[in-house]
């Protein structure tokens, strides 16, 4: 469990980090809660690792226009415990108080997260239903991505050789837009063997609004279209719930491993968005 | 690379290859074997420190990535021969067996009662879900966290 | 000499709540574990492991190891050869011990199976030096299925035992066709019960160094057993005892997996010979869990005979105990511990049982805390949990009517082992007291009429401990303990056993300062270290107190009866006239009083030797119990289990234990604690995975599951306190009793709240994903 040799450099500044990833054998480091077991299994073997940590610039989250943006290398407990976050993006701020645990919340980073593509993580559900971007960065010039477009595969993204994701953008949450995530989790690791967000708006007891997505289901986190075109002006009431979430793992090749086959899984992708549209609104 | 950084108050410089993890620059090249390490894999907490005043797991941080940086070690926690509160509760309330996973669970403890010094008994459960112990069944350590948290606020 | 003062009136230590004498090491960080130590010129070992479970080795390669700046040494099968095998302490007449060496030959047997050892300036290198090794293999035909491996035609694990048969054993006791002729209803039950990973959070290690001049080996290892292990190292190596040195430092948790004698102990003292440097190998969590023997491993066939009325008659059990590829220490005799307390708390009037044990391409199995009587427990509650639904009677009910009565002590069991004392029913009222058990049936009934699952589950549990008679334990069942009281009044006490957190440091040292009348401060309990104590057995199977404690208090007895003679010759009274209490002599014959410090100054001195006694104030005795000790308890699990996740909410956790007379209730709690939490983790989430290569697909703390906190519900203790006859203090053991009580308790009762949908059995481990699954198929029929 120890790991193979490296090169390692800290940059100051995003110029010189993305000077340094133009060695193509480089790998960013962003936190490390998921690269470090990785190199410490041997399972990656990068020639050099660029540490964005002491990057000023990565670490911040700010909002202009009705847009929030979260840079890299905020951790999760930053965001778990942002008041901006918890006033104007409470979806966030209580998805990041459910990934791993205090340790990994201290030293792990929304960038790494992301990046990584964990298709368990729990933070692709919440933004996913947020309808959040990401920032990439490169030598030649920037581009924001929808992260659905971001996310491809498993453990795979659309970042491409050379760039480097500098910030996270979720919107400032809409008035009457009630929020929930609910997960239910791999006892060991963690992660989510299912996890639901949910955003739910309701006027005159009818869905004026809604967005959910689900982590852990499939090889990649996804927006149920399903759940919400079933819910989309009809009743908020539990019967509409039930129904519509029973589409939750709808056309999604669902994952089965060791710890929950394919069926208990769809089953539970259902459940837990029913539940977390019944937690959203009932706080609402 | 040369990295320097401040243990438990002291400054030392030592030159360390980039993979070296900071669980092992401690133990071995500082001599701190207080901290322990238990599964390698970011789950067990047995190597848990505070780096910049929060709770990491120092299996899964380079030494390199804490350069210039302040930590403390459960060696750090008792000054002037006193025992840390959360120390004492520890051992009061016999929150410990083997005492193999206590120094990083200690830590994680001091890291919780920072950030909530009254916490619920639900609270300190998931407030140490980061750290495994294999002894106590963690009733007493439930016990300890809360016997700490009334010696802190001076009840 | 003879002083006037009056010691300060102690309080007694014996019974009370004391904080732990060891802790403060334990939470400033100083405390010396395995991996804390070092030695001038130490060097570091890496195993490599077989990633096959069958395969022959064509050729190994270790020149790109070897070429590797550091690398000091690497070691393959045939450089060991003349290290003996890893050793078996089974005894039954058709035991197979495959030779298990330190390295394998040509041919590797489970996946994990240590293959080579590289040996480096530094432990950096030594991982790396470790991928340099390439090994041609030739992966062979495999069983990794133990009830596979027992079938006609089954591929052969060790060629030379084609039918996979590693050992059987049977017992016999009353008639038991005549019970099942008798019977009103016969139940039936096949169960499973998964390999567990024993995963103290320390893995193991070891130091090894030899001083050449000396020929004295020295070996740290993290064991339960040191002496024991030198022992064995001695045979090993072929070196004289006493030139081997067994340490144990602190050693972080075993729970039967350091109760073990590992290759690569054997390992690491023969590379210290060789290189004449010292060298440290510590264990990776991935091979901790991969190849420490894990514990269980059962397959179990079950008939109950019994009347309408609930009367226990017969019980037919055959067990399959899929023990891996070799024998380590204990692997055949832990299975049988199962056989003999499979009777639990209950009058059967017969017993038929049959075990064998099948060779597997596994890793060994062998002992893990609770050995054979977790299993045991485990399936004869849901036996009669399964009885009592079958003939509609509660399942508390049914349990009062076979408990033997009080009065029924010395009981003998059906299967042939004597009860020492016991009182079933009282604590097993005290626990349905406390959970309220009619409250919580009504409170079941009301659940259910709004279709909620929610279930009461008992496990009353008996287990056998305090090992234990010499006769019935494979190397001696004894203990020592030697007392010495210094010259300055302090005292020593040397102790055969090796705790390693179960806190003797702190109620041998109670036990002490009772019998002397001293302050706990002015003792020290040494253990674990062969050149500092006499030969003992070590810490395992809940004996530390009930024989090391009974060892040291007659060493505590000689002591007082000596020094009681020495004050009377020092008072000048006739020694029956002195009396000893609170640390000082006195006598109705003089005014004058002596404290043990101002005998023990004397002892040492001798200016005054009474006629007949030696110099010296010190005594070493020697225990072996005429009987095991049998705790016993009741656990009541309430649990409510949701039905669309299948997770379980643990609304109660009852637990009320008899552990004999207490020596410290704060530890007695701890122990209770710790092992109910061993109990629940095997009943709702640990367990290893095997594929059908003979791959373990769960092999990181990331994939394996042991309890977290907030896995854990809040633990009501309670206990009584029946006295063992079979040991002077009373006391019976305490370190199991928690895992074989509470994992009946948990399956009873999600069992109990899952039987309204029809359902009878699940296996454990019942996770969330195993009781969906039940549910599922119940709601599609």
């Known amino acids: 469990m120890i790991p193979a040799s490296f090169d390692y450099s800290a940059p100051e500044t995003l110029s010189e980090a993305l000077q340094l990833l133009g060695d193509e054998e480089a790998k960013v480091l962003a936190g490390g809660q998921s690269l470090i077991p990785m190199l410490k299994l041997r399972l990656a073997q990068p020639a050099r690792l660029v540490d964005l940590d002491r990057i000023p610039d990565l670490n911040f989250i700010a909002e202009d226009n009705g847009t929030i943006r979260i840079g890299a290398m905020t951790t999760h407990h930053q965001v778990e415990s942002s008041d901006l976050l918890a006033e104007n993006c409470p979806l966030l701020a209580k998805t990041a108080a459910h990934i791993g645990d205090v340790q990994v919340r201290n030293r792990g980073t929304i960038g790494g997260s992301v990046a990584h593509a964990d298709p368990a993580a729990d933070y692709p559900a919440a933004l996913l239903a947020l309808e959040a971007q990401v920032k990439l960065v490169s030598a030649s010039g920037e581009r924001v991505v929808a992260l659905d477009e971001f996310l491809v595969d498993a453990l795979t993204t659309s970042l491409e050789d050379g760039e480097i994701l500098t910030e996270v953008h979720v919107p400032v949450e809409q008035a009457g837009v009630a929020t929930a995530y609910r997960t239910l989790i791999q006892p060991a690791s963690g992660f989510a063997i299912v996890g639901a967000a949910v955003r739910l708006g309701v006027s005159n007891g009818n869905v004026s609004f809604v967005r959910v997505a689900l982590t852990g289901v499939g090889s990649k986190p996804y927006r149920a279209s399903a759940v919400e075109q079933a819910l989309e002006g009809g009743p908020a009431n539990a019967e509409a719930f039930a129904a519509a979430a029973a589409h939750a793992a709808e056309d999604v090749d669902v994952l089965s491993d060791i710890h929950a086959s394919a069926a208990y899984r769809a089953s539970l992708a259902a459940v837990q968005t029913r539940r977390a549209l019944e937690d959203a609104a009932g706080s609402a | 690379m040369d990295i320097s950084v401040t243990v438990n108050g002291e400054r030392f410089e030592r030159p360390v290859e980039p993979r070296r993890l900071l669980v092992h620059f401690l133990r071995e090249d500082l001599g701190l074997t207080g901290t322990h390490i238990g599964c390698e894999t970011t789950v067990c907490g047995a190597c848990t420190v505070m780096l910049e005043g929060r709770s990491v797991k120092s299996c899964t941080v380079l030494a390199v990535q804490a350069d210039g940086k302040e930590i403390t070690t459960i060696e750090g926690m008792a000054s002037n021969g006193e025992l840390h509160a959360v120390q004492e509760a520890f051992w009061n309330e016999h929150g410990l067996q083997c005492g193999f996973c206590t120094p990083g669970m200690i830590m994680s403890v001091d890291q919780l009662l920072n950030d909530n010094p009254s916490p619920t008994k639900d609270e300190i459960r998931h407030g140490i879900e980061g750290n495994l112990c294999r002894c106590t069944g963690y009733q007493h350590i439930v016990n300890a966290v809360e016997a700490a948290a009334k010696a802190k606020a001076g009840v | ?781």
């Open chain 3, 1 to 781: 000499m003879a002083t006037t003062t009056t010691a300060p009136k102690l309080k007694t230590h014996v019974g009370e709540r004391i904080r732990r004498t060891e802790d403060p090491r334990l939470i400033t960080g100083t405390a010396c574990y395995l991996d804390d130590i070092t030695r001038p010129g130490m060097l570091h070992a890496a195993v490599l492991r077989s990633p096959y479970a069958a395969a022959r080795i064509n050729s190994i390669s270790i020149e790109d190891a070897l070429a590797l700046p550091g690398v000091k040494a690497v070691y393959v099968g045939k450089d060991v050869e003349s290290v003996g095998g890893v050793p078996c302490a089974g005894s039954m007449p058709d035991l197979r011990i495959p030779n298990h060496k330190i390295l394998a030959g040509d041919r590797v047997y489970y996946v994990g199976h240590p293959v080579a050892a590289v040996v480096a300036t530094d432990k950096y290198i030594a991982a790396d030096a470790i991928e340099r090794i390439e090994v041609d293999y030739e992966p062979t035909e495999l069983v990794s299925d133990p009830e596979e491996a027992l079938q006609e035609g089954a591929v052969k694990v060790h060629p030379e035992y084609p039918d996979n048969v590693a050992f059987t054993f049977s017992q016999e006791g009353g008639d038991v066709e005549e019970a099942f002729r008798q019977a009103d209803v016969i139940v039936k039950e096949k169960i499973l019960v998964p390999r567990l990973a024993p995963l103290p959070i320390e893995t193991r290690g070891v130091v090894a160094e030899y001083d050449e001049g000396a020929q004295e080996l020295t070996i740290y290892s993290s064991t339960q057993i040191p002496h024991l292990l030198r022992t064995q190292l001695a045979l090993q190596l072929n070196l004289p005892e006493h030139h081997v040195r067994v340490i144990a430092p602190e050693v972080g948790g075993g729970f039967g997996s350091k109760c073990n004698v590992w290759a690569e102990e054997a390992l690491a003292a023969f590379v210290a010979m060789e290189l004449k440097q010292p060298v440290k190998w510590v264990e990776s969590r991935r091979e901790s869990i991969l190849v420490v023997a894990h514990g269980r491993a059962h397959v179990d066939t079950l008939e109950l005979a019994a009347k309408n009325d609930g009367t226990l008659l017969g019980l037919k059990l055959h067990i399959l105990c899929d023990i891996g590829a070799h024998h380590q220490l204990l692997t055949p005799i832990i299975p049988t511990l199962a056989v003999l307390m499979l009777p639990g708390l209950y009058k059967f009037r017969s017993f038929k049982a049959d075990l064998i044990g099948a060779f597997t391409n596994r890793a060994p199995s062998d002992l893990y805390r609770g050995a054979g009587r977790p299993e045991a427990t485990y399936v004869i509650e849901r036996m009669v949990d399964k009885l009592a639904a079958e003939i509609g009677m509660d399942p508390a009910e049914i349990r009062f009517k076979n408990f033997p009565a009080s009065t029924d002590f010395p009981f003998n069991s059906a299967t042939g082992l004597q009860y020492d004392s016991g009182d079933y029913a009282t604590a097993f009222n005290k626990a349905l007291d406390i959970v309220d058990y009619k409250a919580r049936r009504a409170e079941q009934e009301a659940a259910r009429a709004e279709g909620r699952l929610y279930g009461i589950g008992i496990s009353t549990y008996g287990e056998i401990c305090a090992f234990g008679p010499s006769p019935a334990t494979p190397a001696g069942g004894w203990e020592s303990a030697s007392v010495n009281v210094e010259a300055t009044g302090k005292v020593a006490v040397m102790t055969g056993i090796s705790p390693h957190g179960q806190g003797e440091e702190t109620s041998f040292a109670q036990l002490t300062a009772d019998a002397l009348g001293i302050p706990m401060d002015d003792i020290v309990v040494v253990h674990g270290d062969t050149a500092k104590v006499h030969y003992g057995i070590g810490t395992f199977g809940s004996r530390g107190i009930s024989i090391g404690g009974s060892a040291l208090h007659l060493a505590l007895q000689d002591v007082v009866a000596k020094a009681t003679k020495y004050a009377a010759h020092m008072m000048g009274v006739d020694a029956e006239t002195v009396t000893f209490e609170g640390g000082v002599f006195s006598s109705e014959a003089t005014d004058s009083t002596l404290t043990l410090a101002d005998v023990a100054l004397e002892a040492h001195l001798c200016r005054q030797l009474p006629p007949g006694t030696e110099p010296g104030l010190a005594a070493t005795r020697f225990f072996e119990p005429s009987n095991f000790a049998f705790p016993f308890g009741a656990h009541i699990c309430v649990t409510e289990v949701d039905k669309e996740t299948g997770e379980v909410d643990i609304q109660r956790f009852v637990a009320v234990d008899d552990c004999g007379r207490i020596i410290n209730p704060l530890l007695v709690e701890g122990q209770i604690h710790g092992g109910i939490a061993q109990g629940l983790g095997p009943a709702f989430q640990e367990g290893v995975i095997y594929d059908d290569e003979g791959q373990l697909l769960n092999g990181t703390l990331m994939d394996y599951s042991i309890p977290k906190a907030r896995n854990m519900p809040w633990i009501e203790t309670d206990r009584t306190e029946t006295p063992s006859p079979v040991n002077p203090l009373g006391t019976k053991g305490v370190g199991e009793a928690g895992t074989i009580g509470s994992l009946p308790a948990f399956v009873n009762s999600v069992v109990d709240a899952l039987s309204p949908l029809g359902i009878e059995h699940i296996d454990i481990p019942m996770t969330s994903q195993s009781i969906w699954n039940a549910i599922h198929e119940r709601s599609r029929t």
